[in-house]
């Protein structure tokens, strides 16, 4: 199955640094989202983007897919950015089930 | 989006035991799905959750331990039977393809359940 390769695993980084997450995943992919899970275990969306750039607010996000990778942007972080991070892909060949990497966990002190 | 509501929260459950988990989405959807995500770890997939029709599950899952229910296009059930202490996850309903947003999968709050 196609593997999916989040790093770096764990970041941790005083308010208002920036941060840069990376993914890399080893098959053509149709779709590619980031998602947040909180301290309290709620994942949200935070991007749908099997390719191009696209922001929200302090949060971007590129996928670049003949290559492989997508990178999520995380400007002026805030305690409240703490959490993990992941990244999930569809195959184009294949069933079409989100598979998810190991996860960036990220820690912001004040 | 939409919204996705679990019960219950959070269990204590004893081995041998089982339960029985409820997802109701505030809208029709064609695509359920229920993860599980160990301590620790990422979420993996248990099964779709096809209406009318019997789960499919991923490798690794049978519907023995896991059996799904999809009465509508609103709600789902899955029952984790027969419970031992390796059973101890968060258990995550999500859905996809909704109408005006096909891509983007959303999930519920999570079920934490611990087996003791």
């Known amino acids: 199955g196609i593997q999916v390769e989040q790093s770096p695993p764990d970041l941790i980084l005083q308010e208002g640094a920036n941060s840069t997450l990376r993914c890399n995943f080893s098959d053509s992919v149709n779709n590619l989202q980031w998602f947040h899970q909180n301290p309290w275990g709620q994942l949200i969306n935070l991007f749908y983007i099997p390719s191009g750039t696209k922001q929200n607010g302090r949060l971007s996000a590129t996928t670049v897919a003949t290559e492989r990778y997508s990178l999520l942007y995380i400007s002026s972080s805030q305690t409240t950015d703490s959490g993990v991070y992941f990244c999930?892909?569809?195959?184009?060949?294949?069933?079409?089930?989100?598979?998810f990497g190991q996860g960036t966990r990220l820690t912001i002190n004040p | 989006s939409a919204v996705i509501s679990q019960k219950p929260s959070r269990d204590i459950c004893q081995r041998g035991t089982s339960l029985t988990i409820q997802c109701q989405v505030d809208s029709q959807v064609t695509m359920m799905f229920w993860y599980r995500q160990q301590p620790g770890q990422s979420l993996t997939l248990i099964a779709t959750?096809?209406?009318?029709?019997?789960?499919?599950?991923e490798s690794g899952f049978v519907i023995d331990k896991f059996p799904i229910s999809r009465p509508n296009l609103t709600f789902s059930t899955l029952t984790v039977s027969n419970m031992s202490p390796e059973d101890s996850s968060i258990y995550l309903c999500?859905?996809?393809?909704?109408?005006?947003?096909?891509?983007?999968?959303?999930f519920g709050p999570g079920t934490r359940l611990l087996v003791l």
């Open positions: 959750a096809n209406q009318g029709s019997e789960a499919t599950y």
């Open positions: 999930a892909v569809h195959r184009i060949q294949g069933a079409q089930k989100l598979v």
């Open positions: 999500s859905v996809e393809d909704l109408p005006g947003d096909r891509e983007t999968q959303y």
